[in-house]
Protein backbone atom coordinates (compact mmCIF):
# COMPACT_ATOMS: atom_id res chain seq x y z
CA UNK A 1 0.00 0.00 0.00
CA UNK A 2 2.75 2.37 0.40
CA UNK A 3 3.64 3.10 -3.23
CA UNK A 4 0.37 2.80 -4.54
CA UNK A 5 -1.01 6.40 -6.37
CA UNK A 6 -3.95 7.69 -4.70
CA UNK A 7 -5.55 10.88 -5.92
CA UNK A 8 -8.18 12.82 -3.72
CA UNK A 9 -11.73 12.79 -4.18
CA UNK A 10 -11.73 16.46 -5.68
CA UNK A 11 -10.82 14.77 -8.87
CA UNK A 12 -13.72 12.86 -9.14
CA UNK A 13 -15.73 15.45 -10.05
CA UNK A 14 -17.76 15.53 -7.16
CA UNK A 15 -18.19 18.05 -4.84
CA UNK A 16 -16.23 16.94 -1.18
CA UNK A 17 -18.84 18.67 1.30
CA UNK A 18 -18.85 15.35 3.87
CA UNK A 19 -20.46 12.74 3.98
CA UNK A 20 -19.82 12.06 0.16
CA UNK A 21 -23.46 10.29 -0.42
CA UNK A 22 -24.16 7.43 -2.83
CA UNK A 23 -27.21 6.68 -3.34
CA UNK A 24 -30.15 3.98 -4.76
CA UNK A 25 -31.81 0.67 -5.47
CA UNK A 26 -30.21 -2.09 -4.57
CA UNK A 27 -30.71 -3.50 -8.01
CA UNK A 28 -32.25 -2.06 -11.08
CA UNK A 29 -35.61 -3.90 -11.67
CA UNK A 30 -37.41 -1.71 -14.13
CA UNK A 31 -36.53 1.29 -16.50
CA UNK A 32 -39.29 3.47 -14.38
CA UNK A 33 -38.41 1.90 -10.88
CA UNK A 34 -34.89 3.46 -12.07
CA UNK A 35 -35.58 6.96 -13.26
CA UNK A 36 -38.23 7.56 -10.55
CA UNK A 37 -35.52 6.74 -7.74
CA UNK A 38 -33.05 9.29 -9.53
CA UNK A 39 -36.23 11.67 -9.80
CA UNK A 40 -36.74 11.72 -6.10
CA UNK A 41 -33.06 11.11 -5.29
CA UNK A 42 -32.55 15.00 -6.82
CA UNK A 43 -34.11 16.25 -3.54
CA UNK A 44 -31.46 14.79 -1.68
CA UNK A 45 -27.72 15.29 -1.31
CA UNK A 46 -27.25 11.98 -3.61
CA UNK A 47 -24.13 13.01 -5.85
CA UNK A 48 -23.87 9.41 -6.96
CA UNK A 49 -26.40 7.22 -8.13
CA UNK A 50 -25.80 3.29 -7.70
CA UNK A 51 -27.19 0.48 -9.12
CA UNK A 52 -26.95 -3.56 -9.17
CA UNK A 53 -27.20 -4.70 -12.60
CA UNK A 54 -25.57 -7.81 -11.86
CA UNK A 55 -26.19 -9.23 -8.35
CA UNK A 56 -24.28 -11.77 -6.55
CA UNK A 57 -27.02 -13.78 -5.05
CA UNK A 58 -26.19 -16.72 -2.11
CA UNK A 59 -28.57 -19.26 -3.21
CA UNK A 60 -29.21 -19.44 -7.15
CA UNK A 61 -33.15 -18.93 -8.32
CA UNK A 62 -33.55 -15.43 -6.61
CA UNK A 63 -33.41 -12.37 -8.52
CA UNK A 64 -29.97 -11.70 -10.44
CA UNK A 65 -29.85 -8.93 -11.80
CA UNK A 66 -31.76 -7.83 -15.40
CA UNK A 67 -27.77 -7.19 -16.83
CA UNK A 68 -27.15 -4.96 -19.69
CA UNK A 69 -31.00 -3.54 -20.46
CA UNK A 70 -30.45 -1.93 -16.92
CA UNK A 71 -27.01 -0.03 -17.89
CA UNK A 72 -29.13 1.87 -20.66
CA UNK A 73 -31.20 3.33 -17.77
CA UNK A 74 -28.66 4.09 -15.76
CA UNK A 75 -26.95 5.66 -19.12
CA UNK A 76 -30.99 7.98 -19.40
CA UNK A 77 -29.93 8.70 -15.31
CA UNK A 78 -26.90 10.10 -16.52
CA UNK A 79 -28.12 12.19 -19.07
CA UNK A 80 -31.90 13.33 -17.67
CA UNK A 81 -30.52 14.22 -14.07
CA UNK A 82 -26.74 15.84 -12.76
CA UNK A 83 -26.26 12.32 -11.08
CA UNK A 84 -23.02 10.47 -11.89
CA UNK A 85 -23.74 6.56 -12.08
CA UNK A 86 -21.99 3.43 -10.15
CA UNK A 87 -21.95 0.08 -10.45
CA UNK A 88 -20.96 -3.66 -9.39
CA UNK A 89 -18.59 -4.97 -11.73
CA UNK A 90 -17.87 -8.90 -10.63
CA UNK A 91 -15.66 -9.95 -13.88
CA UNK A 92 -14.13 -8.52 -17.43
CA UNK A 93 -17.09 -8.82 -18.98
CA UNK A 94 -18.80 -6.98 -16.63
CA UNK A 95 -16.03 -3.90 -16.75
CA UNK A 96 -16.47 -3.85 -20.79
CA UNK A 97 -20.44 -3.35 -20.76
CA UNK A 98 -20.01 -0.73 -17.52
CA UNK A 99 -17.69 1.12 -19.72
CA UNK A 100 -19.70 1.11 -22.85
CA UNK A 101 -22.36 2.56 -21.25
CA UNK A 102 -20.94 5.43 -19.68
CA UNK A 103 -21.19 4.16 -16.01
CA UNK A 104 -18.72 7.05 -14.27
CA UNK A 105 -17.89 4.94 -11.46
CA UNK A 106 -17.59 1.19 -10.87
CA UNK A 107 -17.14 -0.81 -7.47
CA UNK A 108 -16.07 -4.31 -6.39
CA UNK A 109 -18.39 -6.47 -4.26
CA UNK A 110 -17.38 -8.15 -1.05
CA UNK A 111 -17.73 -11.40 -2.75
CA UNK A 112 -15.16 -10.73 -5.17
CA UNK A 113 -12.67 -8.55 -3.02
CA UNK A 114 -12.26 -12.12 -1.32
CA UNK A 115 -10.89 -13.50 -4.57
CA UNK A 116 -7.49 -12.40 -5.69
CA UNK A 117 -8.11 -14.54 -9.51
CA UNK A 118 -11.48 -12.27 -10.32
CA UNK A 119 -9.32 -8.91 -8.61
CA UNK A 120 -7.05 -9.27 -11.17
CA UNK A 121 -9.56 -10.17 -13.75
CA UNK A 122 -11.20 -7.09 -13.36
CA UNK A 123 -7.62 -4.79 -12.87
CA UNK A 124 -6.36 -6.14 -15.81
CA UNK A 125 -9.73 -5.17 -17.69
CA UNK A 126 -9.58 -1.73 -16.47
CA UNK A 127 -5.53 -1.63 -18.07
CA UNK A 128 -5.36 1.97 -20.03
CA UNK A 129 -8.92 3.06 -18.48
CA UNK A 130 -8.97 5.86 -16.28
CA UNK A 131 -12.06 5.94 -14.07
CA UNK A 132 -12.86 5.68 -9.98
CA UNK A 133 -13.48 2.10 -8.17
CA UNK A 134 -14.35 1.30 -4.95
CA UNK A 135 -13.42 -1.82 -3.51
CA UNK A 136 -15.80 -3.03 -0.66
CA UNK A 137 -13.90 -4.85 2.36
CA UNK A 138 -13.86 -9.48 1.35
CA UNK A 139 -16.63 -10.64 3.26
CA UNK A 140 -14.41 -11.81 6.08
CA UNK A 141 -12.24 -9.72 8.57
CA UNK A 142 -8.89 -10.11 6.56
CA UNK A 143 -7.24 -6.32 5.79
CA UNK A 144 -4.62 -8.02 4.01
CA UNK A 145 -6.88 -9.47 1.19
CA UNK A 146 -8.70 -5.56 1.16
CA UNK A 147 -4.86 -4.33 0.51
CA UNK A 148 -4.02 -6.32 -2.47
CA UNK A 149 -7.48 -5.84 -4.25
CA UNK A 150 -6.51 -1.87 -3.78
CA UNK A 151 -3.06 -2.68 -4.85
CA UNK A 152 -4.26 -4.45 -7.99
CA UNK A 153 -6.73 -1.94 -9.38
CA UNK A 154 -3.69 0.63 -8.46
CA UNK A 155 -1.43 -1.34 -10.70
CA UNK A 156 -3.28 -1.11 -13.84
CA UNK A 157 -3.38 2.06 -13.72
CA UNK A 158 -6.15 3.46 -11.67
CA UNK A 159 -5.67 6.58 -8.82
CA UNK A 160 -8.98 7.17 -7.90
CA UNK A 161 -9.55 4.48 -5.61
CA UNK A 162 -11.98 4.27 -2.41
CA UNK A 163 -12.47 2.03 0.24
CA UNK A 164 -15.78 1.04 1.46
CA UNK A 165 -16.43 -0.69 4.93
CA UNK A 166 -19.70 -3.18 4.22
CA UNK A 167 -18.85 -5.14 7.30
CA UNK A 168 -17.92 -8.77 8.00
CA UNK A 169 -20.03 -11.94 7.79
CA UNK A 170 -19.87 -14.14 10.83
CA UNK A 171 -21.37 -17.42 11.95
CA UNK A 172 -22.50 -15.65 15.26
CA UNK A 173 -25.68 -14.08 15.43
CA UNK A 174 -25.44 -10.60 16.04
CA UNK A 175 -27.84 -7.63 15.28
CA UNK A 176 -26.45 -6.82 12.35
CA UNK A 177 -26.26 -8.89 9.03
CA UNK A 178 -22.70 -8.08 8.19
CA UNK A 179 -20.84 -6.95 11.70
CA UNK A 180 -18.89 -3.83 11.41
CA UNK A 181 -15.08 -4.40 12.52
CA UNK A 182 -14.10 -0.26 12.92
CA UNK A 183 -10.20 -1.57 13.33
CA UNK A 184 -9.84 -2.70 10.07
CA UNK A 185 -11.50 0.22 8.02
CA UNK A 186 -9.32 2.28 10.99
CA UNK A 187 -6.00 0.43 10.26
CA UNK A 188 -6.62 0.85 6.35
CA UNK A 189 -6.36 4.71 7.02
CA UNK A 190 -3.64 4.38 9.29
CA UNK A 191 -1.65 2.89 6.48
CA UNK A 192 -2.75 5.08 3.45
CA UNK A 193 -4.65 8.38 5.23
CA UNK A 194 -5.08 9.65 1.68
CA UNK A 195 -7.42 6.83 0.71
CA UNK A 196 -11.27 8.01 0.97
CA UNK A 197 -13.24 5.55 3.07
CA UNK A 198 -16.80 5.26 2.29
CA UNK A 199 -19.52 3.74 4.59
CA UNK A 200 -22.33 0.92 3.68
CA UNK A 201 -24.79 0.66 6.27
CA UNK A 202 -27.53 -0.60 4.61
CA UNK A 203 -25.11 -4.46 3.71
CA UNK A 204 -23.65 -3.52 7.34
CA UNK A 205 -27.34 -3.08 9.32
CA UNK A 206 -28.92 -5.17 6.97
CA UNK A 207 -32.11 -3.38 8.29
CA UNK A 208 -33.53 0.52 7.67
CA UNK A 209 -34.11 0.77 11.42
CA UNK A 210 -30.08 0.85 12.51
CA UNK A 211 -29.14 3.04 9.21
CA UNK A 212 -28.71 5.95 11.31
CA UNK A 213 -26.96 4.51 14.78
CA UNK A 214 -24.19 2.93 11.61
CA UNK A 215 -23.72 6.54 9.62
CA UNK A 216 -23.08 8.27 12.40
CA UNK A 217 -20.71 6.46 13.61
CA UNK A 218 -19.23 6.46 10.40
CA UNK A 219 -19.34 9.85 10.46
CA UNK A 220 -17.68 10.19 13.98
CA UNK A 221 -14.85 7.91 12.87
CA UNK A 222 -14.44 10.91 10.11
CA UNK A 223 -15.41 8.50 7.07
CA UNK A 224 -15.69 10.16 3.81
CA UNK A 225 -18.85 9.01 2.55
CA UNK A 226 -22.00 6.91 2.92
CA UNK A 227 -23.50 4.85 0.65
CA UNK A 228 -26.89 3.59 1.16
CA UNK A 229 -29.55 1.48 -0.55
CA UNK A 230 -32.74 3.44 -1.61
CA UNK A 231 -35.91 2.73 -3.36
CA UNK A 232 -39.21 3.94 -4.20
CA UNK A 233 -41.05 1.38 -2.56
CA UNK A 234 -38.74 -0.24 -0.20
CA UNK A 235 -41.53 -3.15 1.21
CA UNK A 236 -42.10 -4.37 -2.96
CA UNK A 237 -37.84 -4.21 -4.02
CA UNK A 238 -36.65 -7.36 -5.51
CA UNK A 239 -33.67 -7.49 -3.80
CA UNK A 240 -32.46 -6.18 0.17
CA UNK A 241 -36.10 -4.83 0.80
CA UNK A 242 -35.54 -4.72 4.60
CA UNK A 243 -32.63 -2.56 4.46
CA UNK A 244 -33.70 0.21 1.67
CA UNK A 245 -35.47 3.07 2.59
CA UNK A 246 -37.16 5.95 0.25
CA UNK A 247 -35.37 8.89 -0.87
CA UNK A 248 -37.23 11.04 1.43
CA UNK A 249 -36.04 9.02 4.20
CA UNK A 250 -33.00 9.37 3.10
CA UNK A 251 -33.46 12.99 3.29
CA UNK A 252 -34.45 12.88 6.62
CA UNK A 253 -31.29 10.04 8.03
CA UNK A 254 -28.80 12.86 6.46
CA UNK A 255 -30.12 15.51 8.14
CA UNK A 256 -30.18 13.79 11.32
CA UNK A 257 -26.56 13.19 11.51
CA UNK A 258 -24.33 15.25 13.76
CA UNK A 259 -21.46 16.12 11.57
CA UNK A 260 -18.44 16.84 14.39
CA UNK A 261 -14.92 18.36 14.04
CA UNK A 262 -12.21 15.79 14.93
CA UNK A 263 -12.11 16.47 18.40
CA UNK A 264 -8.58 16.69 18.85
CA UNK A 265 -6.01 17.78 16.69
CA UNK A 266 -4.18 14.08 17.66
CA UNK A 267 -4.50 11.92 15.02
CA UNK A 268 -4.47 8.84 17.52
CA UNK A 269 -7.08 10.38 19.62
CA UNK A 270 -10.31 8.51 17.31
CA UNK A 271 -8.05 5.19 16.57
CA UNK A 272 -6.97 5.15 20.35
CA UNK A 273 -11.14 5.71 21.48
CA UNK A 274 -12.24 3.27 18.53
CA UNK A 275 -9.93 0.15 20.09
CA UNK A 276 -10.95 0.88 23.58
CA UNK A 277 -14.45 0.69 22.27
CA UNK A 278 -13.98 -2.36 20.11
CA UNK A 279 -12.16 -4.23 23.77
CA UNK A 280 -15.74 -3.19 25.42
CA UNK A 281 -17.75 -4.03 22.24
CA UNK A 282 -15.58 -7.83 22.89
CA UNK A 283 -16.76 -7.35 26.60
CA UNK A 284 -19.90 -7.15 26.09
CA UNK A 285 -19.73 -9.74 24.27
CA UNK A 286 -18.26 -11.97 26.62
CA UNK A 287 -20.82 -10.89 29.41
CA UNK A 288 -23.39 -11.79 27.34
CA UNK A 289 -22.64 -15.43 26.88
CA UNK A 290 -21.55 -16.08 30.18
CA UNK A 291 -25.11 -14.58 31.36
CA UNK A 292 -26.22 -17.27 28.42
CA UNK A 293 -24.52 -20.31 29.90
CA UNK A 294 -25.73 -19.00 33.15
CA UNK A 295 -29.01 -18.90 32.52
CA UNK A 296 -29.30 -22.36 30.96
CA UNK A 297 -27.60 -23.78 33.97
CA UNK A 298 -30.03 -22.07 35.88
CA UNK A 299 -33.04 -23.37 34.15
CA UNK A 300 -31.97 -27.50 34.37
CA UNK A 301 -31.63 -26.46 38.04
CA UNK A 302 -35.47 -25.58 37.91
CA UNK A 303 -35.90 -29.22 35.96
CA UNK A 304 -33.90 -30.98 38.70
CA UNK A 305 -36.54 -29.30 41.26
CA UNK A 306 -39.25 -29.68 39.44
CA UNK A 307 -38.38 -33.43 39.27
CA UNK A 308 -37.82 -33.79 42.98
CA UNK A 309 -40.93 -31.49 43.95
CA UNK A 310 -38.45 -28.58 45.53
CA UNK A 311 -39.30 -25.06 45.97
CA UNK A 312 -37.82 -23.02 43.45
CA UNK A 313 -36.88 -20.05 46.29
CA UNK A 314 -34.50 -21.50 48.74
CA UNK A 315 -33.49 -18.73 50.49
CA UNK A 316 -30.25 -19.61 52.10
CA UNK A 317 -28.46 -19.97 49.37
CA UNK A 318 -29.80 -16.63 47.44
CA UNK A 319 -28.35 -14.93 50.57
CA UNK A 320 -24.47 -16.88 50.00
CA UNK A 321 -24.63 -15.47 46.71
CA UNK A 322 -24.79 -12.37 47.42
CA UNK A 323 -22.72 -12.03 49.90
CA UNK A 324 -20.05 -13.83 48.33
CA UNK A 325 -20.59 -11.85 45.10
CA UNK A 326 -21.00 -8.46 46.68
CA UNK A 327 -17.28 -9.42 49.04
CA UNK A 328 -15.81 -10.52 45.66
CA UNK A 329 -16.93 -7.17 43.87
CA UNK A 330 -16.01 -4.87 46.71
CA UNK A 331 -12.24 -6.31 46.16
CA UNK A 332 -12.04 -5.63 42.95
CA UNK A 333 -13.07 -1.95 43.39
CA UNK A 334 -17.16 -2.56 42.23
CA UNK A 335 -19.66 -1.27 44.49
CA UNK A 336 -21.82 -3.15 46.97
CA UNK A 337 -24.80 -1.68 45.82
CA UNK A 338 -23.95 -1.87 41.73
CA UNK A 339 -23.24 -6.24 42.72
CA UNK A 340 -26.04 -6.40 44.54
CA UNK A 341 -28.41 -4.77 41.98
CA UNK A 342 -26.98 -6.51 39.36
CA UNK A 343 -27.37 -10.11 41.27
CA UNK A 344 -30.93 -9.51 42.31
CA UNK A 345 -31.27 -8.69 38.16
CA UNK A 346 -30.14 -11.99 37.51
CA UNK A 347 -31.71 -13.78 40.16
CA UNK A 348 -35.39 -12.61 39.25
CA UNK A 349 -34.44 -13.95 35.83
CA UNK A 350 -33.91 -17.06 36.96
CA UNK A 351 -36.43 -17.30 39.02
CA UNK A 352 -38.83 -16.35 36.21
CA UNK A 353 -37.35 -19.11 34.41
CA UNK A 354 -37.92 -21.64 36.81
CA UNK A 355 -41.32 -21.17 37.22
CA UNK A 356 -41.78 -20.88 33.87
CA UNK A 357 -40.54 -24.52 34.07
CA UNK A 358 -42.73 -25.52 37.30
CA UNK A 359 -45.34 -24.46 35.54
CA UNK A 360 -45.15 -26.63 32.06
C1 LIG B 1 -24.57 -4.32 -3.08
O1 LIG B 1 -23.97 -3.26 -2.86
O2 LIG B 1 -25.73 -4.38 -3.53
C2 LIG B 1 -23.91 -5.60 -2.73
C3 LIG B 1 -24.23 -6.74 -3.29
O3 LIG B 1 -23.02 -5.43 -1.74
P1 LIG B 1 -21.94 -6.42 -1.05
O4 LIG B 1 -20.93 -6.73 -2.11
O5 LIG B 1 -21.42 -5.52 0.02
O6 LIG B 1 -22.68 -7.60 -0.52
MN1 LIG C 1 -27.96 -4.82 -1.72
Same mark, same amino acid.
Given at each position: ????????????????????????????????????????????????????????????????????????????????????????????????????????? @? %?? &? /???????????? +? #????? $????????????????? @? %?? &? /???????????? +? #????? $????????????????? @?????????????????????? $???????????????????????????????????????????????????????????????????????????????????????????????????????????????????????????????????????????????????????????
Amino acid at each position: MKDIKLAPLEDWGLETERPLLISGPCSAETEEQVMETARRLMNTSTQVYRAGIWKPRTRPGTFEGVGVEGLKWLRRVKEETSLKTATEVANAKHVFEALKYQVDI @L %WI &G /ARTTVNPFAVQE +I #ADALE $GVDIPVMIKNPINPDVE @L %WC &G /AIERISKAGINR +I #AAIHR $GFSSYAETKYRNAPNWQ @LPIDLKRRRPDLPIICDPSHIT $GKHELLLEVSQRAMDLNFEGLIIESHINPKEAWSDARQQITPEELYALINNLVLRDMSTKSNSFMPQLEEYRSEIDRLDDELMQVLESRMKISEKIGECKKENSVTILQSGRWDSILEKSIAAGVEKNLSAVFVKKIFSAIHQESINAQTKIMNQ
